[in-house]
């Protein structure tokens, strides 16, 4: 019997469709707001949005803080789109699962949590000044076009979370349970 491969298939387009506006707002939008519309932008952006979050640059404030907060907004209702689309092609062995123990499942919830936890906190909680940052880390927020392709990845990061919560806390407790299950049905005869 061939083994059909694990496979889950990236909605690619809809990564392009994200990722465009993230270009066009800092190649188009200026460093600091000037005119009554870009005021009024930040202004929204600092009373009605997520205001500083995320990850920024201050040689161009007022872009990044756009890009920011697109992220913020548009990121959930991509990832849910994206997992939309990849779930119905997605397919998972279970018998990749088979030797894990009962300590890898009861481990892997909390660092699932975990790692949803500090998701929340990179771009929802804090802000990170990548311009300011570390020389690692510098050039990304030197640069337009080196900080669109940051942020536009970070759409990657989007894109794994509702994988990692489907299968952290939906298909691998059920497949625990539906393991349980077929072993308690050996143990016992039958009545």
């Known amino acids: 019997m061939k083994k059909r491969p694990q496979?889950?298939?990236?909605?690619?387009w809809l990564f392009v469709l994200a990722a465009t506006p993230i270009f066009f707002i800092n190649f188009l939008?200026?460093?600091?707001?000037?005119?009554?519309?870009?005021?009024?932008?930040?202004?929204?952006?600092?009373n009605h949005l997520f205001g500083q979050v995320g990850f920024w640059s201050s040689q161009f404030p007022f872009s990044s803080k756009?890009?920011?907060n697109y992220l913020a907004c548009i990121g959930p209702v991509f990832?849910?789109?994206?997992?939309?689309?990849?779930?119905?092609?997605?397919?998972?062995?279970?018998?990749?699962?088979?030797?894990?123990s009962l300590l890898k499942y009861a481990l892997i919830p909390p660092l699932a949590a975990l790692y949803i936890l500090l998701f929340l906190f990179m771009f929802y909680l804090t802000s990170t000044n990548l311009a300011s940052?570390?020389?690692?880390?510098?050039?990304?927020?030197?640069?337009?076009?080196?900080?669109?392709?940051?942020?536009?990845?970070?759409?990657?990061?989007?894109?794994?979370?509702?994988?990692?919560?489907?299968?952290?806390?939906?298909?691998?407790?059920?497949?625990?349970?539906?393991?349980?299950?077929?072993?308690?049905?050996?143990?016992?005869?039958?009545?």
């Open 7 to 12: 496979e889950i298939q990236p909605p690619y």
């Open 29 to 46: 939008l200026p460093s600091y707001p000037i005119t009554p519309t870009e005021l009024a932008i930040a202004a929204f952006i600092d």
């Open 66 to 68: 756009v890009t920011a």
């Open 79 to 100: 990832a849910i789109l994206a997992f939309y689309k990849t779930y119905q092609t997605m397919r998972i062995d279970p018998k990749q699962y088979e030797n894990y």
């Open 133 to 191: 940052n570390s020389q690692k880390y510098s050039f990304y927020g030197s640069y337009a076009l080196s900080f669109s392709l940051f942020s536009s990845s970070m759409l990657i990061i989007f894109y794994i979370t509702p994988l990692i919560v489907h299968r952290c806390f939906i298909y691998l407790p059920a497949l625990l349970l539906e393991n349980w299950r077929d072993k308690r049905s050996q143990i016992r005869p039958p009545k």
